[in-house]
């Protein structure tokens, strides 16, 4: 599950309609259906996301944390890394993190002084497993034989993947990840919400994604057949479009989705999508109506896994 909406006030608007009462509930009805991971970030709502975050998940335990640093152009060191993990361990107020990823491959630190800084504190126990994020596939690989060097797998790489962006099934991430055993994180796998099929033309939401392409005009446009299909399917399985679109993604082996919720019947609703089977028929038609969305925009190409 994400968790990028606790705490976030700035793009989610936290604390205008969802609040704390809301994300304890979707934290407590996550856990009790089975869902185990939590994603979060050091730049979630400025570390509020991991305040809230931390004390639910050490009054419940087998809850495994992962979280990420920002590689900000203002970290010039790589001891940058050390204090962004001690910074991230009071707010979560643990001693070890279960994941501690690297948001963003652009950094003025160097890749390989990162790894180092990881393998620091994967030896130090402060860290148990390092994944990256929106890595691409060369970056990735090369993150991954560093670290190898250093005796550390690399355990994921956090991309954005749902069926309005499939281009970690073209720009080769997906395949990296099955080869090299690497978990594809799943991120913004409801594409923040329209793939639930609440957004139509004239309702757009009322927080940052009103800026976003996605939720104008032209996004409303592109996406609309995709939701109208996910909405057929999901009457014809009596579940919920959102439940259809992460069983897409939940049908490629070595993919884990982190949908963000709000609302502990968001949280519920996405944990029941592991109980719905596509057939090879549903398949074949989201894989159709989606083939446009295989391949990423082309300046975002070279840079974003
Ligand atoms: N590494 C990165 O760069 C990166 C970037 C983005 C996200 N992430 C991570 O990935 C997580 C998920 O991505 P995301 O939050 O951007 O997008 P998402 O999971 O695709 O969409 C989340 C939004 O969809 C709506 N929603 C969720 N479940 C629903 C349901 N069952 N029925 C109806 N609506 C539902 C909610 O918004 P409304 O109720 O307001 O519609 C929710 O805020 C984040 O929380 C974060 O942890 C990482």
Request: aromatic letters at 8%; one cysteine or more.
């Amino acid at each position: 599950m994400g968790t990028w909406q606790w705490g976030d006030t700035k793009y989610w608007k936290y604390g205008r309609v969802h609040g704390r009462k809301d994300v304890e509930a979707a934290f407590s009805a996550a856990r009790d259906a089975g869902c185990t991971l939590f994603d979060t970030a050091e730049l979630y709502g400025r570390g509020e996301s991991e305040r809230i975050l931390g004390p639910l998940a050490r009054a419940s335990r087998g809850t495994v944390v992962a979280t990420k640093y920002w590689p900000s152009p203002r970290r010039l060191r790589a001891t940058s890394v050390d204090d962004a993990i001690d910074r991230s361990l009071a707010r979560l107020g643990v001693d070890t993190i279960d994941l501690y990823q690297i948001h963003w491959p652009m950094s003025l630190i160097p890749h390989g002084r990162l790894a180092e800084a990881l393998a620091r504190a994967v030896r130090d126990r402060r860290v148990r497993a390092v994944g990256v994020s929106n890595f691409t596939a060369r970056a990735m690989r090369r993150m991954h034989a560093r670290l190898a060097d250093l005796g550390v797998p690399l355990a994921s790489n956090q991309v954005e993947f749902s069926l309005l962006r499939r281009a970690p099934e073209s720009n080769g991430v997906l395949r990296a990840c099955q080869e090299l055993n690497v978990t594809l994180l799943a991120y913004s796998p409801l594409a923040q919400g329209m793939l639930a099929g609440n957004y139509h033309f004239g309702s757009r939401p009322g927080d940052g994604r009103r800026w976003s392409p996605r939720f104008r005009d032209k996004g409303y446009e592109s996406a609309g057949p995709v939701v109208d299909t996910l909405i057929k399917m999901a009457e014809r399985h009596d579940c919920e479009p959102a439940q259809v679109a992460l069983a897409w993604l939940l049908r490629h082996p070595g993919v884990v989705v982190i949908p963000g919720a709000k609302y502990a019947e968001q949280a519920r609703t996405n944990a029941a999508a592991v109980e719905v089977t596509l057939t090879p028929d549903d398949e074949r038609e989201l894989h159709i109506k989606t083939e446009k969305f295989r391949y990423g925009s082309l300046l975002a190409r070279p840079f974003m896994g």
